[in-house]
């Protein structure tokens, strides 16, 4: 079946812009998580929803990061006025539940220039 | 919060056994340790987890020491397409807590 897809593959845009980032998961898993990888690191936390609330945000690092998730379904993570130090690639993930095997998309590379 | 320590990098030759070491001494004993891997240019994926005893999959084996302060991952016969960052991700509710992995380099 079909795994976590994202899109873009690919974004650069210029810093100060507002960008949209969005994560397909597997169809019927409720968990869905997104975290920022920045070149040589491991991926980092940024939010988790169960359904369609925000369970845990604590990852967002300002709030200029925002994430929604209105169905339960399809998420999508906003970054206003974007910075330099915003480029990473933004890895969503999904479960069937809040625990368990996480099962991740290929990532959106932002560029910010 | 419970923490991992892994070496940086290891080496292998392709078709020979992998040990790749973990050390969790923080952990409790009720606290699965999970491993994730990430290809090149591609986002992680799920290996094996555990608790106590050793576990086996089709993809590696797990050994989790007696006291539980370390694992170590066995990928049983490398292959080129082993070739990844390894992560031993401590416990967690639900969110995963990624350090920097182990960077496996198989060479033919």
């Known amino acids: 079946g079909a795994g976590v897809s994202q899109t873009p593959s690919n974004k650069v845009t210029e810093k100060g812009k507002y960008v949209e980032l969005r994560c397909d998961p597997i169809s019927g898993h409720t968990a869905l998580y997104w975290y920022r990888q920045s070149l040589g690191q491991g991926p980092e936390f940024l939010i988790y929803f169960q359904g369609t609330g925000a369970a845990d945000d604590s990852g967002l690092p300002n709030d200029r990061f925002f994430a929604v998730r209105p169905e339960g379904s399809v998420s999508t993570l906003k970054i206003q006025r974007t910075e330099r130090g915003d480029s990473a690639v933004y890895l969503c993930?999904?479960?069937?539940?809040?625990?368990?095997?996480?099962?991740f998309g290929p990532g959106t590379r932002l560029t910010v220039l | 919060d419970a923490k991992t320590t892994q070496p940086n990098s290891m080496e292998s030759n392709e078709e020979e056994p992998v040990h790749l070491p973990c050390n969790h001494s923080t952990i409790s004993g009720t606290d699965y340790i999970h491993w994730y891997r990430q290809l090149p240019s591609q986002g992680p994926e799920y290996v094996i987890h555990g608790l106590t005893s050793n576990v086996n999959n089709r993809m590696a084996s797990l050994a989790i020491a007696e006291d539980r302060k370390s694992s170590t991952l066995i990928l049983h016969r490398a292959t080129l397409r082993d070739a990844a960052v390894y992560y031993c991700i401590p416990p967690g509710y639900s969110t995963l807590t990624f350090g920097k992995g182990t960077m496996l380099l198989v060479s033919p």
């Open positions: 993930a999904s479960s069937p539940a809040g625990r368990g095997e996480q099962f």
